[in-house]
């Protein structure tokens, strides 16, 4: 494998995956991206133009896809409608992009035989009780919430029939919360940590007692890589790195480290259909394919992501007032 094509490339664990492959890798890569508002060029920034490439364009366009897709080794399919406010908001380009854009790929893959890696989530599972010693496995059945997870979830499903019915070469991973630089800011973690930096209140949804399983978007990369290269064609991996805290604490942990005292938060409106928790069992990924995560300790690598946003405010300054607009119009 030489070349690959990543969509979505431009966004938050695109970018990050693609900052990691250039790092660890000497694979060429393609980045094909919309550049919605959650695309950002300056996330390629740094890259050398001799191993990244950049095609502004948008996923549901056949013909760009099926030119692409045949001049590459393999596809990482990252590009999507991501946020589960929006999908509450506008559910249509959920639709469009996860839905539809999947399809495409997934003929262009077929008509030209390359190996495709789809990006999913464990959202697909839908939440599992706050008291419940069960984390999600590959064998957990899908009850996706929200637009966008039910999207996620139709887009995994059209994978798995491309593979069946016309032997497509794919493979599928669903990875727990991402946290590190670049991601945008409606995000609950670069929310708050940008919120505290521009002497704003951070915002916890309801009484912040859900919990995610979070997971450094360099560890994300390095499972994604570790199945391109030994992963089973037709399988699906789960990826998680052991990281369940509730809301909370991690509002608590960035207050704390941005030297603010802890109770220094608003509760605003819950989120509608709010999943309670997620939790992934990894267990295959590490035992099938030795995969281990680097980053063990959850703290440090907020504060490094804390030191991100700080030295980067011209990143996510010009849009932070929007972002919050949209947020009060719903009071959250
Ligand atoms: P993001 O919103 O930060 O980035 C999405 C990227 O896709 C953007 O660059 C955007 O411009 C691009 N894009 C959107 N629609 C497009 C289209 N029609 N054509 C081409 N490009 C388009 O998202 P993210 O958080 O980086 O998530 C990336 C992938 O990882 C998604 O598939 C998501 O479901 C999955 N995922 C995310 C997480 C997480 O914690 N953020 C966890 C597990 C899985
Ligand atoms: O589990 C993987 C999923 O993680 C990915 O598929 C999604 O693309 C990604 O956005 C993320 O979904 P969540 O809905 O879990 O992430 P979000 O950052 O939106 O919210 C994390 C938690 O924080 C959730 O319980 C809602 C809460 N929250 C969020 C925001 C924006 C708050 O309490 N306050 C906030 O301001």
Same mark, same amino acid.
Not at 11 to 30: Q, R
Not at 95 to 107: A, C, H, K, P, S
Not at 201 to 217: C, E, F, Q
């Given at each position: 494998?030489?070349?690959?094509?990543?969509?979505?490339?431009?966004?938050?664990?695109?970018?990050?995956?693609?900052?990691?492959?250039?790092?660890?890798?000497?694979?060429?890569?393609?980045?094909?991206?919309?550049?919605?508002?959650?695309?950002?060029?300056?996330?390629?920034?740094?890259?050398?133009?001799?191993?990244?490439?950049?095609?502004?364009?948008?996923?549901? !366009? &056949?013909?760009?896809?099926?030119?692409?897709?045949?001049?590459?080794?393999?596809?990482?399919?990252? &590009?999507?409608?991501?946020?589960?406010?929006?999908?509450?908001?506008?559910?249509?380009?959920?639709?469009?992009?996860?839905?539809?854009?999947?399809?495409?790929?997934?003929? #262009?893959?077929?008509?030209?035989?390359?190996?495709?890696?789809?990006? %999913?989530?464990?959202?697909?599972?839908? *939440?599992?009780?706050?008291?419940?010693?069960?984390?999600?496995?590959?064998?957990?059945?899908?009850?996706?919430?929200?637009?966008?997870?039910?999207?996620?979830?139709?887009?995994?499903?059209?994978?798995?029939?491309?593979?069946?019915?016309?032997?497509?070469? #794919?493979?599928? %991973?669903?990875?727990?919360?991402?946290?590190?630089?670049?991601?945008?800011?409606?995000?609950?973690?670069?929310?708050?940590?940008?919120?505290?930096?521009?002497?704003?209140?951070?915002?916890?949804?309801?009484?912040?007692?859900?919990?995610? *399983?979070?997971?450094?978007?360099?560890?994300?990369?390095?499972?994604?890589?570790?199945?391109?290269?030994?992963?089973?064609?037709?399988?699906?991996?789960?990826?998680? &790195?052991?990281?369940?805290?509730?809301?909370?604490?991690?509002?608590?942990?960035?207050?704390?480290?941005?030297?603010?005292?802890? *109770?220094?938060?608003?509760?605003?409106? !819950?989120?509608?259909?709010?999943?309670?928790?997620? #939790?992934?069992?990894?267990?295959?990924?590490?035992?099938?394919?030795?995969?281990?995560?680097?980053? &063990?300790?959850?703290? %440090?690598?907020?504060?490094?992501?804390?030191?991100?946003?700080?030295?980067?405010? !011209?990143?996510?300054?010009?849009?932070?007032?929007?972002?919050?607009?949209?947020?009060?119009?719903?009071?959250?």
């Amino acid at each position: 494998m030489q070349r690959i094509l990543v969509t979505g490339g431009a966004g938050f664990i695109g970018s990050n995956f693609v900052h990691y492959v250039v790092e660890h890798t000497d694979l060429l890569v393609t980045v094909v991206d919309k550049l919605t508002y959650a695309g950002n060029r300056a996330n390629l920034d740094g890259l050398p133009e001799s191993r990244v490439r950049l095609v502004v364009g948008d996923i549901a !366009d &056949a013909d760009l896809m099926d030119d692409l897709v045949a001049s590459h080794d393999a596809v990482i399919h990252y &590009a999507a409608e991501s946020h589960n406010d929006n999908s509450l908001r506008d559910p249509r380009p959920f639709l469009d992009t996860n839905i539809i854009g999947t399809y495409v790929i997934l003929e #262009a893959c077929r008509k030209h035989d390359v190996r495709l890696h789809h990006i %999913s989530t464990d959202e697909v599972y839908g *939440d599992l009780e706050l008291d419940d010693p069960a984390r999600f496995t590959e064998s957990t059945p899908y009850n996706p919430s929200s637009p966008y997870s039910s999207t996620k979830a139709g887009s995994d499903l059209l994978v798995r029939a491309w593979v069946r019915s016309f032997g497509l070469r #794919a493979t599928i %991973s669903n990875c727990s919360n991402n946290y590190g630089p670049r991601q945008h800011i409606e995000k609950f973690i670069p929310r708050q940590i940008t919120n505290v930096l521009d002497g704003r209140r951070p915002k916890l949804y309801g009484a912040g007692l859900n919990v995610r *399983d979070w997971i450094h978007a360099d560890d994300h990369s390095s499972a994604v890589i570790a199945i391109l290269e030994n992963g089973a064609l037709g399988e699906t991996y789960l990826i998680g &790195a052991d990281g369940e805290k509730n809301n909370l604490d991690v509002v608590r942990l960035i207050l704390r480290l941005l030297d603010q005292p802890e *109770d220094a938060f608003d509760h605003v409106t !819950d989120r509608a259909g709010h999943d309670l928790r997620y #939790a992934i069992d990894a267990t295959k990924l590490r035992s099938e394919i030795g995969w281990r995560p680097a980053y &063990a300790d959850f703290s %440090s690598g907020i504060a490094d992501t804390i030191t991100w946003y700080r030295e980067n405010s !011209d990143w996510w300054r010009p849009f932070k007032q929007r972002v919050e607009n949209d947020y009060r119009r719903q009071s959250q």
